[in-house]
């Protein structure tokens, strides 16, 4: 159950009211949802008004480089089978996006609340969750977020003496080695399709080794946990053996591993995996990802790719040759402005797409496509873009400005 549930003091009440206020100008002023600057404002009257908003919740976060909204949201639609959910569906994972969304669940049972990385300490010191689902680490905005073994570290520190349960990757060796110092973990065969930032033991620097599905550490004896949970074809297997179907609208197999750590999160909290598979079922899409859209008479589908690891399960989504893609990168504020990432993604693995190249760092990812013998069009925008791609569904790709750009173009 959740715990206090004493009123908002005089202060905190207009820290709300304020922050909603701001948050209402900007939706105005055309400047998007507003809950990032209404949170600032509401932090600034009460900083302590995030513990403050989720005191009566039983919150769950979510952190990883990739899948964390579509987990959140996947989270959030499990729970509701036994109460009222408030989070953060739109993504603001920051302090003040996530005070301005709990802000809004003075009546709600649960809080499901998706972390930027860097910040997940700090707020499950500040709202005491009681579970943290923890899904993978790899390399994203270096220019930002630093090195995944130092991200890691920060995690690791920040979890030592954590009451709540943490629902963690046993494939991911960082995330294993972060999660081990809570003393309460639940562990998630989920995969693990991109390795490129786990070669090394984050315990002590060894090679690590990889035989199959397993992986270890030779010199220090770090090794993979046995899992509780796990992910087996169209499956969720349980603690004790059973096989739940999975039947997500969601494409790909990432997804079916959201689907398998959410669902060891919503039995921490009571929901069964066949109700909490049912229910997460009728998610067609998270924040327009995945959408397939109509636009100049064409079919689009709009995926989100952000970093390597992301844009490596991607392409596994996308049909095959002579599928027509729409790739955009941008390199603005909530991008990464350091496009050197671009050069650890497999781009033959196009190879056959017609390709049609947007977005503001396009002459960027034009070189890396000529280098990986890739055959590509560069565009002047997605009207172009659009225009040039021969017949069929396009599969658009893109990473975060850059999707949203396209998104406010294609009109959804």
Known sequence: MAGNTEPLSPRSRLAVTAGRAAAAVSRAAGRGSGSVIGGKVALRLDPDLLARVA???????????????????????????????VSNALGANMPAGIT???????????????????????????????????????????DRAGETRMLAERWREGLQGQKAVIIANADDPLVVWAASSSPNVVWVAAGQEWKDDA?????????????????????????????????SGDHVLD????????????????????????????????VPPQVALERMGSVTAVAGRYDVVQYAGRDIRLLLAKNP????????????????????VNARGADGTDTSWLWDVDYSRLAGHPICVIGDRKLDLAVRLEVAGVDFQVCNDADDAVRRCPPGRIEAIANYTAFQDLRRVVGN
């Open 55 to 85: 005191q009566h919740l039983d919150v769950v976060l979510v952190s990883a480089t990739n899948g964390k909204t579509t987990t959140t949201r996947l989270i959030a639609e499990a729970l509701r089978a036994n109460g009222g959910v």
């Open 100 to 142: 301005s969304a709990l802000a809004g669940g003075a009546e709600e049972q649960y809080g499901v609340i998706e972390v930027d990385e860097k910040y997940l300490s700090g707020v499950a010191r500040d709202v005491t969750p009681k579970a943290i689902a923890l899904l993978n680490l790899s390399r994203d905005q270096l």
């Open 199 to 231: 070669w090394s033991c984050p315990s002590c620097g060894g090679v690590m080794q990889r035989p199959d599905d397993d992986w270890f550490c030779a010199e220090c004896g770090f090794r993979r946990p046995t899992p509780s949970w796990a992910l």
């Open 239 to 270: 603690p004790h053996g059973s096989a739940w179907p999975i039947s997500l609208q969601l494409p790909g197999r990432a997804n079916k591993a959201n689907a398998t750590t959410s669902a060891a999160v919503a039995a921490a909290f009571g």
């Open 309 to 328: 690891a992301g844009w490596l399960e991607t392409f596994s989504l996308i049909d095959a040759p002579p599928a027509p893609v729409l790739l955009s």
